[in-house]
C-alpha cells in the first residue's frame, strides 16, 4: 500500500475507478454501468452497431496542446460519430485507459470528465471501462448504437448519379494543427477544432432516414475517405471546389502560415465531419451540403474532374 | 511509402488490416464485419452485455513466455469470461491493437490469429477493430454478449445461506506464473494455463438458467474476487479448503518451488473460472463445485471461518 500523492499510483486503481465513476448520472439506456463484470446497454433495435478507436498519447494527442478534458471528449467524439455515420443513434460508451503510475490522478479524471461530458451530449452513457497500467497514456474507446429499425449506411451503396454531401466543417482540424505545429496558441477557435470536434450526432440518422445510399465519418480527409466509398461502392466520386465552404478564418490561417486552405478541406483529417452520398431524386437533409456527385470513373477520386496530386490522407505507421 | 520488410511499418495500416481480416469467417451474429466505420452485432434480446479489458506488454504479457497467438487468445477469453459471468452468449469481439512500427508482421497476425480463433471457439466473431501506432503492444478488447431473456447475474444477488460454487480451476494460471518467473518452461500444462486460459462459456448462461444469485469471473483471485460479491450484495462469503480441488501437479509445483499450492488456489488470478452463488434449495449445474456458503458476516471473505492473511489480489499500481 502507499499513500495518495497525487498520482494514479498513490490513488490506486480501485480508487481511480470510484474517482472516475461515483456520483454520475447515466441515461436510460445504461441498463447496469460500471461496477460488475460487464455492463447491460439497451439495444431495442435487435442489433447492436459497435465501433472501437484507439487514442495513443504523442501519436494522437499531446497534453501540452489539450487539456485532458479535451482529449476525453475527442475520444468519445470520434468513435460516436463512427456510430452516427452508420445511421445509429449512439447509446453507450465504454472506456479502457493505460498509463504510467506516475500520471497525476488530476490528468486521468480531467480525461474521463471529457468522456461523460461527451457521451452526455450524445445521449450516450459510460457503460464501462477498465483501467491499467501502461509505458504511455493509452485511450481506446468502444462505443455502442441502435438503428431504430433502419437500414445501415455503409460505405457500400454509391450509385453513379448519386450527389455527394457532408454534413459539418472541414479543414479546421488540420488548420488548427498547423497553427499548433508553429507554436502558436491561436485562433482559438481554429486551435479548438484540433482540440476536440463538436459532432451533430442527429446528422447521421437523418442522413439515413432521407435515404443516403453510403456515408462515412470524415476521419482521415475527405477525399482519403470518399476514397474509402468510392472503393468499396465501385464508382467514382467527383468533388467540385466551388461547393466547398471556404471559411474567411481559414483562409487567414492559410496566409499567415503560408499554406494552401483548400489543401486542408480536402485532405485534413479528424474534423470528423459526415460525407454521404444521397439519390439525385430527393433534397438533402438540414444541414447537408452539396459538394459533388457519385461518377462511373471506377475507384476514384477526382476533383473539379482531375486527379488531386497531394497524399489524400493519413495512414499508421507511414 | 515504404516496402515491407517484415515490420509493420513496412506493410503499412491498410496492408495489415487486410492481412488480419481477409478470408475470415464470421458466425451469424456478425451482421456487419470489419471494413466499414462500425461494426453491426445480432442483438436479439434487445439489451447488449458489454465489457472492455486493456492488455499491456510487460505488464499483462510477455512475449518470451508466450507466443502471439496464446496472448491474442488469452486477450479475448477474458472479456469473453466477463460476458459469460453475467449469464450471457458471447456474440461479438472488437479489437483496438496498438505497437510500434518496428514490431515483426508476424507477431501482429499471430495476435489476432489467437483472437479469432477464441472467439470462434466461444461462437463469436471478430467484428471490428483499429490499429495504431503506439510505444509498447497494447491490446484492448471489447466483447459483446446477448442474455437470451434472461436475468443478468451481477454480483449483488447472493444472500445469506446460499451455497458458493465455481467453475473451473483455480490456482493454475499462478502456478504458471511462478514457474515462468523462476525461468522455467514446463510441467506445460501447468505453464500454458498461465498463457492462456480454456473457459467453458456455456458456464455462465448455465448458471444463470439454474438461478444463480451472483455471479463473477475469477480474474483478480478467488478470495478478492468474493469479496467483490460480499461487498456489492452486503453478506458475508466462507471458504472451506476441505472443498477445494487441490491437484496433485500443484502440490507438486508447489513444493518443487518451496511455494503454498493453497495460496495460488485461494489468491492466484488468471484461471477466468467463474464462481457464483445459488440458491441452498436446489442442485448446482454440472460442472459446478461447492466451495464455501453465504453468511451473515457482512462484506468479510473468510477461510474455513477465519480472516485469511495473505494480500487478497492483485490490484494496478499497487
Same mark, same amino acid.
Given at each position: 500500500m502507499t499513500t495518495d500523492d497525487g498520482t494514479v499510483a498513490g490513488i490506486g486503481e480501485f480508487g481511480l475507478i470510484r474517482a472516475v465513476t461515483e456520483n454520475r448520472r447515466q441515461p436510460p439506456s445504461t441498463l447496469l454501468g460500471p461496477g460488475d463484470d460487464a455492463a447491460l446497454v439497451a439495444s431495442p433495435d435487435g442489433r447492436v452497431v459497435a465501433t472501437t478507436d484507439m487514442l495513443v498519447q504523442g501519436v494522437h494527442f499531446r497534453l501540452d496542446w489539450s487539456t485532458p478534458a479535451q482529449v476525453g471528449r475527442k475520444a468519445v467524439a470520434v468513435n460516436l460519430t463512427d456510430v452516427a455515420a452508420m445511421g445509429a443513434v449512439p447509446t453507450g460508451v465504454l472506456v479502457g485507459l493505460g498509463c504510467p503510475g506516475e500520471t497525476p490522478t488530476e490528468? @486521468?479524471?480531467? %480525461?474521463? #470528465?471529457?468522456?461523460?461530458?461527451?457521451?452526455?451530449?450524445?445521449?450516450?452513457?459510460? =457503460?464501462?471501462?477498465?483501467?491499467?497500467? =501502461? #509505458?504511455?497514456? @493509452?485511450?481506446?474507446? $468502444?462505443?455502442?448504437? #441502435?438503428?431504430?429499425?433502419? $437500414?445501415?449506411? $455503409?460505405?457500400? *451503396?454509391?450509385?453513379? *448519379?448519386?450527389?455527394? =454531401?457532408?454534413?459539418?466543417?472541414?479543414?479546421?482540424?488540420?488548420?488548427? %494543427?498547423?497553427?499548433?505545429?508553429?507554436?502558436?496558441?491561436?485562433?482559438?477557435?481554429? @486551435?479548438?477544432?484540433?482540440?476536440?470536434?463538436?459532432?451533430?450526432?442527429?446528422?447521421? /440518422? &437523418?442522413?439515413? *432516414?432521407?435515404?443516403? $445510399?453510403?456515408?462515412?465519418?470524415?476521419? #482521415?480527409? %475527405?477525399?482519403?475517405? %470518399?476514397?474509402?466509398?468510392?472503393? &468499396?461502392?465501385?464508382? *467514382?466520386?467527383?468533388?467540385?471546389?466551388?461547393?466547398?465552404?471556404? /471559411?474567411?478564418?481559414?483562409?487567414? @490561417?492559410?496566409s499567415a502560415l503560408g499554406a494552401d486552405p483548400l489543401h486542408w478541406v480536402l485532405t485534413g483529417g479528424e474534423d470528423h465531419a459526415l460525407a454521404a452520398t444521397f439519390p439525385s431524386s430527393g433534397g438533402l437533409p438540414e444541414g447537408w451540403r452539396r459538394i459533388g456527385m457519385v461518377t462511373a470513373n471506377e475507384n476514384a477520386v477526382t476533383v473539379n474532374g482531375e486527379p488531386y496530386r497531394e497524399a489524400p490522407g493519413w495512414e499508421h505507421w507511414r
Open positions: 490528468v @486521468v479524471t480531467g %480525461l474521463v #470528465d471529457g468522456m461523460w461530458a461527451e457521451a452526455e451530449r450524445a445521449g450516450a452513457g459510460l =457503460a464501462g471501462g477498465d483501467m491499467v497500467r =501502461a #509505458d504511455q497514456i @493509452v485511450v481506446s474507446i $468502444t462505443a455502442l448504437g #441502435d438503428l431504430r429499425g433502419r $437500414t445501415p449506411v $455503409t460505405r457500400a *451503396g454509391a450509385r453513379r *448519379g448519386d450527389v455527394v =454531401a457532408v454534413h459539418g466543417r472541414l479543414g479546421w482540424s488540420a488548420a488548427g %494543427l498547423a497553427v499548433l505545429g508553429r507554436g502558436f496558441r491561436s485562433p482559438v477557435n481554429v @486551435v479548438n477544432a484540433h482540440r476536440f470536434p463538436e459532432p451533430d450526432y442527429t446528422a447521421g /440518422p &437523418a442522413a439515413a *432516414g432521407a435515404g443516403a $445510399t453510403a456515408m462515412i465519418d470524415v476521419s #482521415d480527409g %475527405l477525399l482519403a475517405d %470518399l476514397g474509402h466509398v468510392a472503393r &468499396a461502392s465501385g464508382v *467514382g466520386i467527383d468533388v467540385r471546389t466551388d461547393l466547398l465552404d471556404m /471559411p474567411r478564418r481559414l483562409v487567414e @490561417v492559410g
